[in-house]
């Protein structure tokens, strides 16, 4: 509603500009910095999932010890990847460096994310003769010759 008074608008019931939120500032960041689409979705998920990890406080509110916190939850209760967690790691440094301006320092509390050790796709010599000795008939030739050219590719 607007009421004009000797060439003044006045308007009635508009409230102040307001700070943008949290995710929005990260986002307006991430887009000044130049950082791709995916990198921003990436990041204002994993800044999303630790506040409300640490049941929605903002982080200006919460310290090192609860980055420390989060990174380890994610490594040990959810087994995600080295890669997931650092990633989580760059997201959260993003924040407090370039949006909240404050340093945390180094995380020495931090369990890190490990490698799942693989099983072995080949058999050595030895297993491989192991397994031909138990098996009868035609078969048998048809391994030898397999394996043979295997161990003659490498």
Known sequence: ???????????????????PKLLDQ?????????????TEEAYTKWIREFIIYHNKQHPKK????HIENFLTHLAVDRQVAPSTQ?????????LYKKVLDEEFG????????????KLPVVFSREEA??????????????????????IAAR
């Not at 509603?1 to 500009?17: F, H």
């Not at 650092?86 to 440094?93: D, E, G, K, Y």
Request: a positive charge.
């Open 62 to 65: 919460l310290s090192k010890k």
């Open 86 to 94: 650092t990633q989580a790691l760059s997201a959260l440094v993003f």
């Open 26 to 38: 990260v986002r307006h960041v991430l887009r000044r910095e130049r950082y791709s689409k995916k």
């Open 129 to 150: 003769m192991k397994i031909i000795s138990k098996i009868n008939g035609d078969i048998e030739f048809d391994c030898v010759l397999v394996i043979r050219k295997r």
């Open 1 to 19: 509603m607007e009421i004009k008074v000797s060439n003044t608008l006045y308007i009635k019931n508009v409230k102040p500009p307001t700070k």
């Open 106 to 117: 180094w995380l020495e509390e931090t369990t890190r994310a490990t490698r799942k050790s």
